[in-house]
C-alpha cells in the first residue's frame, strides 16, 4: 500500500489558463493528486551546510568532485565522524557516539564506588555499599553531623558532630534539654521549656493570692480591701497563701468576725443567737449555747465563730503541677483536678510523659535505595501516636527536611508540591537532582508539648531517568507492516521521551538490517544508515524484510528501540473511496456540513491512512478538457 506514481502528457493538460488542470478519468485510486516540484540548491563548498554531513565533534574538509573528508571522533567517543551526505558514501554512517567508561570494570571506580558515565569521560561517585555515615547514618544521631576522616568505609572509625543547641549528648543520642529541671519560677508556678535551639524556659501566673511575673510572686493583703470581708468590728490579719483570719467579736457582741458581731440584745430568736445558721442555738437565759458545725468534714470551725467551707486545694494544691483544682463544695468534702498538661496523662493528680513513635515504611519507586530522577515518588511513614488517654488538643505537626547530601549542597523541600507538612512526602518528576546522595528526615511531634516527638530518616540515591525511544511508522514484528516494492515510507523518533526534561539536544542514529520472516539478521552489509530524527522517503531496492535499528541520545544517555518492514513485489488490492452526497448539494454560509466516506481496503490498520482536503472553488463560464467546469482559484 502507498501512493502509485501516475503518468501525465500534455494531451491531458489544458495550459491555456494558466492552470495545470488533471482529468478526473486519469485519477485511478486517490481523491486527491498532488503535482510538486522542489528547488535544487545550485552546488557550493560541500562543508558549509550541516558540517558537510560529517559530526559536530569532528572537522569537516572538502575534496573532489563534492566529496568531503571527516576528521576523528575526540577521545572517549567512538565513530568515523560521517552522519549522513555529502559526505563520503564509501564508509559507513555512524557519527561520534560517546563511549561508556562505567561499562568495563566499573570504569576503574572501585568496587563500592558510582561510576557515571560523563560526556567524553566518566566520574566515580561516592560509595554506594559500606560508606560509614550512609549506613545507619554510622551510628551517630540524626540531630549531628557524621564524618569517616580516615575515608576507611570498613574500619567503624566514625567521628559524630555537637548536638545542637537545646541538645545535650546521653547514652549516644542527643536529648531536650530540661531548662525546667533548675528554673527559677515560684513554687505552684507552670514552668514551659522554649523549642529547640533555645535552652531557656517560660513562667507561668502567680497561684491564687499571689501577684508578680510568675518567677517573683508576692503575697496579696487580704485584708487591705473591705477589712477582708471581716466584720468592721472584728481586725483582720493578713496570712500566707492568700488567706486571711478575722478576730473575734468584742464583748457585749455574739457571732463571729466572718458571719458578722450582733449585739446581745436578744437571744436565739434574732440572728440564730449569733450562732453560725448552720448550727444550732441555745438560749441558756445567761446567754447562748451554739451547736457544732454540720459533719462530713465539710466545713471547719464552730456553731459560735462560724461555720467556714474547708478549701482543700489551699493553701498548697494536691493536683499535679500546673494542673486546676476545684474545691467540692460543702458539705460534702475533697477535691477535684483538671486535665494533665498537653501531652501527659492521668488522673489530674498524677500525670506521666506520653510517647509516640515513627518510622518509614517505603518508598514508591525505590530499588536498592535508588530513584529515578524522572519518576513520580511518595514516602510513606508509620507513625505511632500518643494513646488516647493522653492529652492532645491541638493534635500533630509533621516536618520534611533534607538534613544532608553528598556533595554538601543546601536543597529545600517546595511545601507547595512535596506536601513536607504532611505524614507522607510527595517528590514530583525531577524534584531532586540526580547523581547525588540525600538524607531525608521526617518529624511528628505533640503541637501543644514539642518535648513529645518522634523522627525517622530515609537514604536515597538519585540516578537520571532512562530515554524511551518513540518510533512512528513500521511494526515491532517482521510481517506487521507490508509495503510494495519501490514504495517510499518514512520512520520517525522525533516523539522519542526524556523523563527528566534535560535541555541537551537529543540526536539520532538510524541503521536499516537485512532479516528473515523471523527477524533474524541476514548475512551481508548493512542496507543503509541515518543520522536524523526522521528517516524519511526510505525506498528499499529488493523485496524482503528489513529491521530499522534507532539509537536515541541526550547527554550521555542513550536507548535503542527497532521496527520492521516487509516489503514485497507487487501491491495489495487498491482502496475503493465513495463520498456521500449532501442532500441538495447546498449549504448555506454559517451551517455546519457533515461529510462521509465509505473506504474499502485490504491493508491493514496500521498502513492504512486516511485524510480529508477542501479546497473553495470560483467557478467561470469556459469548459476544460475534462468536460467541467473550470477552476480559476483553488485555496485551501
Known amino acids: 500500500v502507498g501512493r502509485r506514481t501516475i503518468p501525465i502528457t500534455s494531451s491531458d493538460l489544458d495550459m491555456t489558463s494558466g492552470i495545470i488542470e488533471v482529468c478526473a478519468r486519469d485519477v485511478i485510486d486517490t481523491a486527491t493528486t498532488i503535482l510538486a516540484g522542489e528547488d535544487v540548491a545550485p552546488e557550493d563548498d560541500a562543508c558549509k551546510a550541516n558540517n558537510g554531513g560529517c559530526s559536530d565533534l569532528v572537522s569537516c574538509t572538502p575534496g573532489v568532485g563534492g566529496v568531503v573528508h571527516c576528521g576523528a571522533c575526540p577521545q572517549g567517543y567512538s565513530g568515523n565522524g560521517v552522519v549522513s551526505s555529502p559526505a563520503s558514501d564509501t564508509a559507513p554512517a555512524n557519527g561520534c557516539a560517546d563511549v561508556n567508561e562505567c561499562s568495563e570494570d566499573n570504569g576503574g571506580c572501585g568496587d563500592s564506588v558510582a561510576c557515571v558515565n560523563t560526556e567524553g569521560g566518566r566520574a566515580c561517585g561516592l560509595s554506594t555499599s559500606g560508606g560509614e555515615c550512609f549506613v545507619n547514618y554510622g551510628g551517630c544521631d540524626p540531630l549531628t553531623t557524621c564524618s569517616d576522616p580516615d575515608d576507611d568505609p570498613t574500619n567503624g572509625n566514625v567521628q559524630c558532630g555537637a548536638c545542637p543547641s537545646g541538645y545535650s549528648l546521653a547514652d549516644g543520642r542527643c536529648a531536650r534539654v530540661d531548662a525546667c529541671a533548675s528554673s527559677s519560677c515560684f513554687a505552684g508556678v507552670t514552668c514551659t521549656p522554649e523549642a529547640p535551639p533555645s535552652v531557656g524556659y517560660a513562667c507561668g501566673t502567680c497561684p491564687s493570692g499571689y501577684a508578680g511575673d510568675g518567677t517573683s510572686c508576692v503575697d496579696i493583703d487580704e485584708c487591705g480591701t473591705a477589712n477582708g470581708r471581716c466584720d468592721l468590728l472584728t481586725t483582720c490579719t493578713n496570712t500566707p497563701a492568700g488567706a486571711r483570719t478575722c478576730s473575734a467579736c468584742p464583748a457585749g457582741y455574739f457571732g463571729s468576725g466572718e458571719t458578722g458581731c450582733v ?123 500518643m494513646e488516647p488517654a493522653c492529652t492532645n488538643d491541638e493534635g500533630y505537626g509533621f516536618l520534611w527536611r533534607i538534613v544532608d547530601t553528598s556533595d554538601g549542597s543546601q536543597i529545600a523541600l517546595e511545601e507547595s508540591t512535596t506536601k513536607s507538612n504532611t505524614r507522607q512526602l510527595f517528590l514530583p518528576p525531577r524534584t531532586l537532582p540526580e547523581g547525588r546522595t540525600y538524607a531525608i528526615r521526617f518529624d511528628t511531634f505533640s503541637k501543644g508539648n514539642p518535648a513529645i516527638a518522634a523522627s525517622a530518616n530515609v537514604i536515597l540515591f538519585v540516578k537520571a531517568s532512562p530515554l524511551e525511544p518513540v518510533v512512528e511508522g513500521g511494526s515491532l514484528v517482521p510481517d506487521g507492516v507490508v509495503f510494495a516494492l519501490g514504495v517510499a515510507f518514512t520512520l520517525d523518533a522525533s516523539k522519542s521521551i526524556d523523563p527528566d526534561e534535560e535541555s541537551n539536544p537529543w540526536s539520532y542514529q538510524w541503521e536499516c538490517i537485512k532479516t528473515d520472516a523471523s527477524g533474524n539478521t541476514i548475512g551481508g552489509t548493512p542496507c543503509g544508515s541515518h543520522g536524523a530524527a526522521a528517516w524519511s522517503n526510505f525506498a528499499p531496492p529488493v523485496a524482503g524484510y528489513y529491521a530499522f535499528r534507532v539509537t536515541v541520545s541526550k547527554g550521555v544517555r542513550s536507548a535503542t528501540a527497532t521496527r520492521y518492514v516487509h516489503v514485497v513485489n507487487g501491491a495489495p488490492n487498491s482502496p475503493s473511496v465513495s463520498i456521500a452526497p449532501i442532500p441538495g448539494g447546498v449549504v448555506n454560509a454559517g451551517s455546519r456540513a457533515r461529510l462521509s466516506a465509505t473506504v474499502t481496503s485490504s491493508a491493514s490498520s496500521e498502513t492504512r491512512t486516511m485524510a480529508w482536503t477542501a479546497k473553495r472553488y470560483v467557478l467561470v463560464s469556459h469548459w476544460s478538457p475534462c468536460d467541467r467546469v473550470g477552476v480559476v482559484n483553488a485555496d485551501p
Open 263 to 385: 449585739a446581745k440584745t436578744s437571744s436565739c430568736a434574732e440572728n440564730n443567737g449569733g450562732c453560725d445558721p448552720l448550727a444550732s442555738c441555745l438560749d441558756t437565759g445567761s446567754g447562748v449555747s451554739c451547736g457544732a458545725c454540720p459533719g462530713g468534714g465539710g466545713y471547719s470551725g464552730t456553731g459560735a465563730t462560724g461555720c467556714v467551707d474547708v478549701d482543700m486545694c489551699a493553701p498548697t494544691n494536691p493536683c499535679y503541677l500546673a494542673v486546676t483544682c476545684t474545691d467540692v463544695e460543702a458539705p460534702g468534702a475533697g477535691f477535684e483536678c483538671g486535665r494533665c498538661p498537653q501531652g501527659m496523662k492521668g488522673d489530674g493528680q498524677t500525670c506521666t510523659l506520653c510517647t509516640m513513635s515513627a518510622s518509614i515504611t517505603g518508598v514508591s519507586t525505590v530499588e536498592s535505595g535508588t530513584i529515578a530522577r524522572g519518576l513520580q515518588n511518595k514516602i510513606v511513614t508509620n507513625i505511632v501516636y
